[in-house]
């Protein structure tokens, strides 16, 4: 068997045979790692299936610890469009839904995959573009703003990623009555919120975005809101409790704290609070 040695000057100031010592603690310190492993297995937590707007906005950085403070439950956030935080609801992939597409949300709640869908805040989405605006898109009206970008075949990006963001964006085009005749200029990404926007900047092209990315993006290179306040681009956020009676290991009692929280005057209040160079990013709303 081998033993362990150290240096002669080190052992000059040992008055203890080490591995005699080491033989005496390996009982300990198993103990100690196999109550740790065991501690970590029953730590609480859920996961959360959610929008990218709510991740990469940064407030799931102010929520999510204030949330863990209060229940000791951790949130593990999967963020990716609203489209595919819905499928993994109906898979059984996660435990909560925060999401931001109401006919979609009201559907998975119809088939029967979630319990119940709750407002919870808003903000809403701008049409983003270059400062100088070639385009002449500026004003408070979606659907014309649109109609110019067509007609000259101005370069837009879009998420493409069957987003809340993506939902809306399509519903607009639709409303301009050109849903399939966005102009040569028109790419999708297939991507976040973040990606689109970096995307945009490079190009110096035009985007649909929520507010709340928008405002904690730091890439905006010559990028600016040219449309905002159509009562249109109002973007409800909802979340709901994936059905444990589809999915039996979804860890219901854990989700249903979350969202008791988030809908409560406490998880309300963290929302509000939250904002980035003294503006509001959301604005709570809860209804139960």
Known sequence: ??????????????????????QKA??????????????????????LASTTSTEQSGLFGTLLPAFKKASGIDVKVVAVGTGQAIDMGRRGDADVLFVHDLAAEEKVVADGFAVKRFDVM????????PKADPLKTSGHDIVEALKKIAAANGDFISRGDKSGTHAAELRYWKQAGLPDKMGSGYKACGCGMGPALNMAASANAYLLADRGTWLNFKNRAELAVLVEGDKRLFNQYG????????HPHVKAADGQKFIDWLLSGAGQGVIAGYQIGGEQLFFPNASR
């Open 1 to 22: 068997m081998n033993t362990l040695k150290f240096p002669p000057f080190f052992q000059s100031y040992m008055p203890f045979k080490p591995l005699a010592l080491m």
């Open 26 to 47: 390996l009982p300990a310190i198993a103990f100690i790692a196999i109550g740790s492993l065991a501690a970590s297995a029953s730590a609480e937590s859920i996961v």
């Open 122 to 129: 808003y903000n809403d989405f701008v049409l983003i573009g």
């Open 239 to 246: 979340v709901m409790l994936v059905n444990p009676a589809k």
